[in-house]
């Protein structure tokens, strides 16, 4: 599916950076390395792999491993007698886990660039001058017309979360895409991409909020916007005040 492909294309250059320190892995493996992290591993780690007591995995310091063979055997294997558990990885994924660990440990965990937050404040300042709930669930207040922030500080990392508010076109994440389509009677369909295949697309709707399943065939075009539809809040909210929204999504640790 080709407007994957640019997807992928723009991921990469993001990471491109990263990548050439390491010798031999490419951008799509470091960021496969990161997706299998941030499913697998940030529950207990964090998304910045520093929520383990005693463990910060992006200082550079493993204290358990010296090359990649340790890394691959704490992968695999787990260690022994504490909670770090096993996994059952296949050799490439295993491969791509210590490439992200390594370029972790080399270049840090990216950082916030704004002044420290105050997660009380910004949680004010989602719910009221915001209005990030018109488009985002937290819990049970608010829209599914925009991703769920329900838990997000735990999946994604705060240098990110910043990134999605002051440069929301940067990078948008497969399963947030929107889709805009025209009936053949010239009618607007414009709802949040949930599944495609040859000859269909299932979107939710993003005037009824309800999840419908549009034929191809029925349409006279669509297109997969590359835009976020959500604003850029660079000139809508301070830089105080943006640092005070990502210190609370940071803390929305919780899958409710
Ligand atoms: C259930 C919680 C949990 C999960 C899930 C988990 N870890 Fe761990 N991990 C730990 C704990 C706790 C330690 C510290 C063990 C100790 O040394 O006492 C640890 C230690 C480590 C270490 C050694 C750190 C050092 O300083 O040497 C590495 C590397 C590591 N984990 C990587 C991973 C990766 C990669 C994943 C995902 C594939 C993962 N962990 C998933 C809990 C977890
Ligand atoms: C007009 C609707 C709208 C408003 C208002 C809005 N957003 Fe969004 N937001 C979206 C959509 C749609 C996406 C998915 C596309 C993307 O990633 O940019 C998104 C994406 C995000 C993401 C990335 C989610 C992920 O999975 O990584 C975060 C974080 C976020 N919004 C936070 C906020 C916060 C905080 C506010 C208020 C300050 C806000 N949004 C206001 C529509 C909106």
Redesign the pocket.
Known sequence: MQWKSLLAAALLSAIGLAAQEVHGVTPADLERGLQ??LN??A???GPDGDL??????A?G?????QGDN??RG??LR??P?????P?N?TPEQAGV??A??RSLASSGAPKRTGPPGDASLGKAIVETKGQCLQCHRIGRAGSIAGPDLTGIGGMRRGADLEQSLINPDAEIRPDNLTVVAVAKDGKKITGRLMNMDTYTLQILDGSSLKLRTLKKDDLREYEVLKKSPMPNFRDKLSEQEISDVVSYLVSLKERI
């Open positions: 299998l992290f697998n591993c529950g207990c780690h383990v007591p005693d463990v910060n995995l200082s310091k493993f204290r358990r491993a340790d890394l704490i992968v787990g260690i007698g504490t909670a770090m558990p996994g990885y886990l210590v992200y660990l």
